[in-house]
């Protein structure tokens, strides 16, 4: 749903209908070229003013707004839009920081036992409170997240969501082969599961659903075929799945599917491999894969620091080709803030020979995730009419930090540094659709 077409955020009756906000502001005008330092795509406004009103950005100055305006100053802290965090796993929390195995191993041993815990509404329930309110306290205001094989679990993320405001996108998980009792449901009831939280939540508030396979692996042709009948039913759903994340997964897949031609294949096939498809990983792709995406104009959500935990490999971003934003993959990734998951990108291609900008992967967690989201008029900037869903934060925390921001001689290397060495404790303050909620 376009953010053009939703009414106004309300704003709480604690909170002023119309306020500006002081700060350091940046944000994208356009995608920046892979190694480019310069500025040329960023806007950087220091020591400006952004106006609010019902929730949505009407202003944007240098000079003091007049005395009608609520005033929250944060002068000398960065503001940025909220970050968009493309793939992150709402039941996992519990298993983050799990030793010792590949990504085959690590989901029997970790995660299906703490999914399965999900049945419960209460369970879920809290699971969604507890995971909503830790993406917020990393600075990250928007979401596209994977629930459980339950109903109820991806009912409880809508829920939550909307009572913070937040734009979600998510969906009941689809495995009906491969996975533990408790976490198998059969085509039929899944369908009929997920056409029922469709009616109900999507295009409502800020809540979209995404028809989710968790990978091709746990779900049969016929589940398959049945997820791409409903992508296709209606074009403003979403997709997102898991594709070639490890090197043994994809030849399980090979052997599971020797009909296509690769793990992509698969989803082409029965029609999931769309503008509105989120693929996670996607690490290794060969070069007709690549192509598909790009044709397509899918997006693969990187999840740097799950790449790495788990030995997944090496994402070849600068070749990729395709749209790609971030994502922090909790709880194989070891942390939800998006900081920290820019600083273990880095590494990533620093490994394969490559330098990852602070600018390219600050733009992919922001005005990138949202452009293939389709939400650029939404969020993932500090534009006039785009809802007023940003983040403050310090630049340095601790005396480390703070003697390396003030050698820093210009714009990109002080953002990288911030980049590199900062995390959730580095945010000030969280505003969602207006609203202070951090």
């Known amino acids: 749903m376009s953010f053009t077409n939703q009414k106004n955020f309300a704003h709480t009756p604690t909170e002023p209908r119309r306020w500006a906000l002081r700060g350091d502001l940046l944000d994208f005008t356009a995608a920046p070229g892979w190694g480019d330092t310069t500025a040329a795509a960023v806007r950087f406004d220091r020591d400006h003013w952004l106006l609010i009103e019902d929730g949505r950005i009407v202003g944007r100055q240098a000079q003091a707004p ?5 005033r929250k100053d944060h002068a000398g802290q960065l503001v940025l839009p909220g970050f968009i965090d493309t793939h992150v796993h709402c039941p996992q929390l519990e298993v983050i920081a799990s030793y010792g195995t590949e990504l085959l ?6 995660t299906f036992p703490s999914e399965c815990a999900f049945a419960d509404p209460a369970r879920s329930r809290a699971g969604a409170e507890l995971f909503l309110d830790a993406l917020l306290a990393s600075g990250t205001t928007s979401a596209v997240v994977f629930a459980t094989v339950h109903k109820t679990s991806a009912e409880a993320l809508f829920q939550g969501a909307m009572t ?7 969906g009941k998980v689809l495995m009906d082969r491969h996975a533990p009792d408790g976490l198998r449901d059969d085509v039929t009831q899944a369908e009929r599961d997920c056409v029922d939280l469709i009616q109900r939540f999507h295009g409502q508030a800020r809540l ?17 075929a049945m997820a791409g009948a409903l992508c296709r039913s209606d074009a403003s759903l979403y997709m997102q799945t898991h594709v070639a994340e490890n090197r043994a997964e994809v030849e399980w897949v090979a052997r599971l599917f020797p009909e296509a031609r690769s793990y992509l294949d698969v989803y082409e096939r029965v029609g999931l491999v769309h503008e509105r498809a989120v693929l996670a990983h996607g690490i290794w792709l060969d070069d007709a894969d690549k192509r598909l995406i790009a044709e397509r104009g899918a997006q693969v959500a990187h999840c740097p620091s799950s790449n790495l935990f788990l030995g997944s490999g090496l994402f070849d971003w600068s070749g990729a080709g395709f749209n790609v934003s971030l994502a922090s993959d909790v709880g194989g990734g070891t942390s939800l803030s998006l900081p920290r998951n820019m600083g273990d990108a880095y590494k990533i291609q620093a490994l394969r020979g490559q330098r990852l900008t602070a600018w390219t992967a600050l733009h992919a967690a922001t005005r990138g995730a949202a452009e293939a989201l389709q939400l650029g008029d939404e969020i993932g900037g500090l534009s006039v009419g785009q809802a007023a869903d940003l983040c403050v934060w310090d630049w340095a925390q601790g005396p480390v930090a703070q003697a390396r921001d003030a050698a820093a001689r210009e714009l990109h290397e002080r953002v990288f540094a911030w980049m590199t060495l900062a995390d959730e404790r580095n945010l000030a303050a969280c505003y969602v659709a207006g609203r202070q909620r951090v």
Do not use: C, H, K, N
């Not at 007049?66 to 609520?70: E, L, Y």
């Not at 979209?208 to 398959?224: D, G, H, I, K, N």
């Open 66 to 70: 007049d005395a009608s305006w609520a």
């Open 105 to 110: 191993d690590w989901l029997e041993r970790y």
């Open 164 to 170: 913070r405001g937040m734009r979600l996108i998510t």
């Open 208 to 224: 979209s659903y995404a028809v989710t396979v968790r990978f091709a692996p746990t779900s049969t042709p016929e589940q398959l």
